[in-house]
């Protein structure tokens, strides 16, 4: 075995240990320092620290503070007691603290640290580095090559990169990195290329600074704040602090640079500053200073500033006392904002508006803007005097708009209009047209163009407004069929397309589709599907037709029609017009697109309407002159028979003129019942409803169907009734006359006719039963069909077959309704409901019957002049006057020559035909009128028009009453009668 080393010596030891750097001592049990080293001594003197005594190292080479450092700590057990060993590793600490705030530094401050060996190509980045880059630090620090496939290729970082490794110093350059994830971060990279000893580059260190959220507070400069902190950031704005003590101020570079000189370290005497301050400016500067000097709240001001090269900047500045602790005001600071820009634009804008107030008033233009939801707005002075409001008043609140002065007929479009500019497809350009009533009454057009926008938050809207009265009264007095045609088209909706020839594009508007029922596409159906919507024989009219018919210069317009897709068809109107170059080459054609079914359809309708209108006039005029043809002859059949009836006394030839008298008047009852069937069919039937005692009605009818019941034998019954309809006279005593004469005509000898009325509150129903033949289920069915006698015919029982129809139509024209039951053999009963009359309704009572009776002869009493070209006529009425009337009686066969007899005989009474040679009736009338002699002379019109239309019509022009032919001896001798009763 080897000798063991040396021992040193005690001595050696307690020298080493004397000199050591480090830190020795011992304590004895009680904690007391029995002996120490130099270094211990001259660090802590003779006593143990007392966080040694307070908490000793709980374990060996603890670190433990001590003071203002940082030891690491051994302890053991001695005999004399405890030794200490204390390492000094405050240098350790700093460096582990300086290490910990660069990090937190870096990433706060987003910096990171790179470096790269350009012999080898290995580099080292940071842990920083690797999150901008959004790499995994675990795979290492990439390449070159491999870490500039992040960058992105607009930044071209790989060129300025390259040059910069042949030129020793630093560089710097902004790009764009693209994480994996495709986020990307905006970095400021700067780098510092070394030499190595041989003077030549050999390595790259650098830093790369993450600007992403800078960038991101550039762009959202809506925010105020964020605006200010980008302002410092690049020292934008100028910081200031006046040094109360030194009455020094103190500026940032930014604001040298607003000052135009260089800046000072030293700062800037207060006197001098004030000498750059605008003398108009300097007691408001001096005044603020007041104010903040008084308030610990910021105070605000602005001011005009020279500037060394003499002009004049204007300056916002916002300054706060700073204090001392014991109040005392030691310091302005401030900030400064050149708003010399932003004091020109509104200089601009303040003479852009009074310009534009100018130019509204000049052209009596409105300028407003509204808040919808508040309803507050502001008005220039121009729509106060469109709209007469007086200015004093000031701007009326949108409901005031709404409700007092947008006309009434407008006001509910009106007031949707503000609210829908709030949705979000709201904020386009609108526009409306609407009326207002100013306090005078007057009513004026205005149209209003208004959009919406958002401002400070609060979406308002803007508009003008213009007084366009003048222009809508000129197109209502000027515009043609054609313009308002164009003009309904327009309101409609209208499709509009494009056709380019340099470039083939083709466009459809929405309305295009919605016209066929289209879903909406990017591009229009090509020519062949376009083709195949269209109605195969339109085909050939349409554009499409040929390839080369849409390059035309000529204007295109037709109609066509399209098949929709379920199959409807529609019709469309084309109008389209070509846009040529100076060669007269076709650029493109621009067209629109609408549709006129409607119009078709009411086109359609207009003519067969008119159609219809020639067709029932035409019907008219036919029915008027048949009336008339077959009354004429029948005038001198009836009237001669009735005049030999009283001159006769023989009964076989009495009987035989009652034959001829009975067929006459059957044949005018046949042409009055077809003439009534034809005005019902053709509409043409006019009905007067008024209230109407179903008791008198009765008492009318009666009389008028005695005779014709006393020849058939039968009885007529009335039994009680009551009630009053509301109705048309005449038509409801055609129908009760019809009923009772079928009641009579188709009774048995013997047998009754029962009348009788009720009233139901809003109806009446008049009611006639008879005890004749009754009628079967399937007569029944067929009982209102015109010309079916249901078997009658065959017994020769007079009748047409149409006075059944004629009631049924009667009954229905004035609301009511007819009911009919029926028994063989034992009669029939028929139900009229008619509506009942208001009572409050007055009463027209029902006319006294003529007297029919034969005046006896007696001397003449007057003078009658019968102005007829009929010399069959003119012989019958002249014997019936003259043989029966005692009344004198002259004629003249046409209008000019009556005019002059009246003239000269000025008759008591004059009778008009309606139709003669040369004028007729009516103009004999205006003549005899016009005549002061003839003027007031009565006059009766004598037709055989005996259309109600002829008979109202000849009552409106004047004359005095109308009588029809065939003329009826009785009536006719007994409106002589009134006319000239016996002395």
Not at 625 to 637: D, G, I, K
Request: aromatic share 6%; net charge negative.
């Amino acid at each position: 075995m080897s000798a063991a080393p040396p021992s040193p010596s005690p001595q050696t030891l307690a020298d080493w240990a004397a000199a050591s750097p480090e830190l020795l001592a011992i304590t004895d049990d009680a904690g007391a320092v029995i002996w120490c080293n130099a270094a211990f001594e001259q660090r802590f003197g003779r006593g143990l620290p007392a966080p040694l005594l307070l908490a000793p190292p709980a374990h060996p080479g603890e670190h433990i503070a001590i003071d203002d450092g940082w030891f690491a700590v051994h302890v053991r057990a001695v005999a004399e007691g405890t030794a200490w060993q204390l390492a000094d590793r405050s240098a350790q600490h700093e460096a582990e603290r300086l290490k910990e705030l660069l990090d937190i530094a870096q990433e706060f401050g987003r910096v990171g640290l790179w470096e790269r060996d350009l012999a080898t190509g290995q580099g080292r980045w940071d842990r920083h580095v690797f999150a901008f880059w959004g790499l995994d630090p675990a795979q290492g620090t990439p390449g070159y090559a491999e870490a500039t496939r992040y960058v992105h290729p607009e930044d071209h970082f790989t060129g300025a990169y390259a040059n910069s490794l042949n030129t020793l110093g630093r560089h710097s350059q902004h790009y764009r990195v693209v994480q994996p994830d495709g986020s990307m971060r905006r970095i400021h990279s700067q780098w510092e290329v070394k030499a190595g000893a041989d003077g030549q580059a050999e390595r790259i260190v650098g830093v790369m600074m993450d600007d992403t959220e800078v960038y991101e507070l550039a762009r959202s400069l809506g925010d105020a704040s964020a605006q200010l902190q980008l302002a410092v950031e690049l020292a934008d704005i100028a910081i200031w602090r006046h040094d109360l003590r030194s009455d020094r101020m103190y500026y940032n570079d930014r604001a040298y640079v607003t000052l135009g000189i260089p800046p000072r370290p030293e700062g800037m005497s207060i006197a001098e500053v004030r000498s750059h301050i605008h003398p108009d400016d300097l007691p408001e500067v001096l005044a603020s200073a007041e104010r903040a000097l008084a308030s610990d709240r910021p105070t605000d001001m602005q001011a005009r500033y020279r500037r060394s090269d003499g002009c004049w900047r204007h300056v916002l500045t916002r300054r706060v006392v700073q204090r001392a602790p014991d109040g005392t005001p030691i310091a302005f600071l401030g900030v400064g904002l050149d708003i010399t820009e932003q004091v020109e634009q509104r200089r601009q804008s303040a003479e852009l508006e009074r310009r534009l107030e100018l130019a509204a008033e000049s052209a009596q233009i409105g300028l407003w803007w509204r808040d919808p939801l508040g309803g507050q707005g502001q008005w220039n002075a121009q729509m106060f005097e469109l709209s007469g409001r007086d200015p004093a008043l000031g701007t009326p609140t949108l409901e005031q708009w709404e409700s007092g002065i947008v006309h009434p007929d407008d006001r509910e479009r009106m007031r949707l209009a503000p609210r829908m500019m709030l949705r979000p497809a709201g904020g386009g350009m609108q526009e409306r047209e609407f009326r207002i009533v100013r306090p005078d009454g007057s009513v004026r057009w205005l149209v209003s163009r208004a959009r919406s926008e958002e401002i400070e938050g609060r979406r308002l809207v803007f508009g003008v407004t213009i007084d366009i009265t003048e222009r809508r009264l000129a197109e209502q007095a000027l515009r043609s069929a054609d313009e308002r045609a164009a003009l309904a088209a327009r309101s409609a909706g209208i499709g509009t397309w494009e056709m380019d020839f340099e470039t083939g594009i083709e466009r459809w508007d929405e309305q295009m589709f919605r016209l066929r029922e289209l879903a909406p596409a990017a591009r229009p159906p090509s020519r062949r599907e376009r083709l195949a919507l269209v109605h195969p024989d339109d085909r050939e009219r349409t554009l499409d037709a040929s390839p080369g018919a849409s390059a035309g210069t000529q204007v295109a317009q037709y109609e066509f029609r399209i098949r929709l897709p379920d199959g409807r068809v529609r019709w469309l109107a084309s109008r389209s017009i070509a846009f040529t170059d100076a060669q007269g080459r076709t650029l493109r054609r621009i067209g629109v697109n609408w549709d006129v079914t409607d119009a078709r359809e009411a086109q359609a309708a207009r003519e067969a309407t008119a159609v219809a209108e020639r067709s029932s006039q035409a019907k008219s005029q036919f029915l008027a002159r048949m009336s008339h043809e077959l009354r004429t002859p029948l005038n001198a059949v009836l009237g001669f028979t009735q005049l030999l009836q009283f001159e006769d006394d023989d009964p076989a030839r009495l009987t035989k003129l009652g034959h001829i008298r009975a067929a006459g008047e059957h044949l005018l009852s046949l042409i009055d019942g077809v003439l009534d069937l034809s005005r019902m069919e053709a509409g043409d039937l006019r009905l007067q409803p008024q209230p109407l005692d179903l008791g008198a009605l009765a008492g009318q009818a009666l009389p008028l169907v005695a005779e014709l019941a006393q020849r058939h034998g039968v009885r007529l019954l009335r039994e009680p009734i009551a009630g009053c309809a509301l109705a048309d006279r005449t038509r409801a005593l055609q129908v009760l006359v019809n009923l009772l004469t079928n009641a009579i005509k188709y009774n048995r000898p013997g047998g009754e006719v029962r009348v009788s009325g009720r009233s139901d509150g809003a109806s009446v129903t008049l009611s006639v039963v008879d005890s004749g033949r009754g009628m079967s289920g399937a007569q029944l069915e067929r009982l209102f069909e015109p010309f079916d006698r249901l078997g009658a015919e065959r017994e020769g029982i007079e009748g047409t077959g149409i006075g059944m129809t004629i009631v049924k139509t009667l009954v229905t024209s004035m609301g009511g309704t007819i009911a009919v039951s029926s028994t063989p053999g034992i009669g029939s009963r028929f139900d009229v409901t008619l509506p009942a009359a208001d009572p409050a309704m007055p009463f027209v009572p029902a006319p006294e019957p003529p007297n029919t009776a034969p005046a006896p002869i007696a001397a003449p009493r007057g003078q009658l002049l019968y102005i007829e070209d009929n010399p069959v006529n003119v012989m019958l009425v002249e014997e019936i006057v003259r043989g029966l009337s005692g009344l004198s009686i002259h004629s003249e066969g046409s209008g000019s020559e009556g005019v002059a007899r009246a003239a000269a005989l000025r008759p008591d009474l004059v009778l008009v035909d309606m139709q003669l040679p040369d004028f007729d009736g009516y103009e004999v009338l205006r003549r005899l009128r016009a005549q002061p002699e003839t003027a007031d002379i009565p006059c009766v019109a004598l037709s055989a028009n005996a259309m109600p239309e002829d008979i109202a019509r000849a009552r409106a022009a004047g004359f005095d009453d109308y009588w029809t032919k065939p003329i009826d001896f009785r009536s006719f001798l007994g409106a002589l009668e009134a006319r000239f009763p016996p002395a």
